[in-house]
């Protein structure tokens, strides 16, 4: 009995011998642990905002991401629809000469579908004659990087042939070509008839030049035989007037 109340007894003194207190050490350990959690506390609503600031920067990125696709696919429909109803006959080549694309304009050119053209070598829609020139002419092209001009004759899907005018320009990246096509045959035959009447004219003009000078070499040959016979009738003349001078002499 003694002994337990000894030690209450001491237990009870404990505080009394630190103010009624925790001893230095026990309020420096709780200090210290305040602090830690005060700091996680901020660390977290730090953390907490920032990743409410990225949400929101990440939501202001999909709208901007959301709304730059629409105005591709806006753009792309538009420079679709030009390109396929556009007047002028497009194809795009790639650099194996192999069309990736052409427009309605010139499947309509080639008397054939569109998926009858692509993936086709554009050689495959030009006689076997001018097949050399126009590869050297396409490889022209892609090594120079500037707009080329030339003219070919091509096939349409009955065999026939017409003339085309080609203007065709390399993509900057090298991988393709884009080719514009005028049908030019009427023009052609048109400038073929107008040099006929143009060389026809010029014949008869020559031919006119060519009579006038023979007319004026008759006239000059007239003229030269009405002096002849003018010479000789005087000539004669006087050869009578000779004959009647003698004959009234003698008597």
Do not use: W
């Not at 209450?8 to 959690?37: D, F, I, M, W």
């Not at 073929?192 to 008759?218: C, F, I, P, Y």
């Amino acid at each position: 009995m003694d002994g337990k109340n000894g030690f209450q007894k001491a237990g009870n003194k404990l505080p009394q011998l630190y103010g009624g207190g925790l001893c230095p050490g026990g309020e420096v350990l709780l200090s210290e642990r305040s602090e830690t959690e005060h700091q996680r506390v901020l660390d977290a609503q730090r953390f907490a905002h920032e990743i409410a600031a990225h949400k929101v920067e990440l939501e202001t990125q999909k709208r901007e991401l959301a709304a730059a696709r629409n105005d591709l696919e806006a753009l792309l429909g538009k420079y679709t629809e030009l390109f396929d109803f556009a007047p002028v006959s497009y194809f795009i080549l790639d650099s194996g000469r192999v069309v990736n694309s052409v427009n309605l304009t010139g499947s309509s050119l080639l008397g054939m579908e569109r998926s009858r053209i692509n993936g086709r070598y554009f050689e495959h829609f030009i006689p076997a004659a001018g097949r050399p020139a126009f590869a050297a002419f396409l490889a022209k092209v892609f090594k120079s990087q500037v707009r080329e001009t030339c003219e070919a004759v091509l096939l349409k899907a009955d065999d026939s042939q017409f003339l085309v005018q080609i203007e065709a320009v390399a993509a900057a990246s090298g991988t393709e070509c884009r080719l514009a096509l005028v049908d030019i045959t009427e023009r052609k035959r048109a400038l073929e008839s107008l040099q006929k009447e143009k060389e026809a004219s010029e014949a008869l003009q020559k031919m006119g030049e060519m009579a006038e000078v023979l007319r004026n070499m008759g006239d000059a040959a007239l003229v030269l035989k009405k002096g002849v016979y003018l010479q000789r009738a005087q000539q004669g003349c006087h050869d009578l007037r000779g004959r009647f001078g003698q004959a009234g002499a003698h008597h």
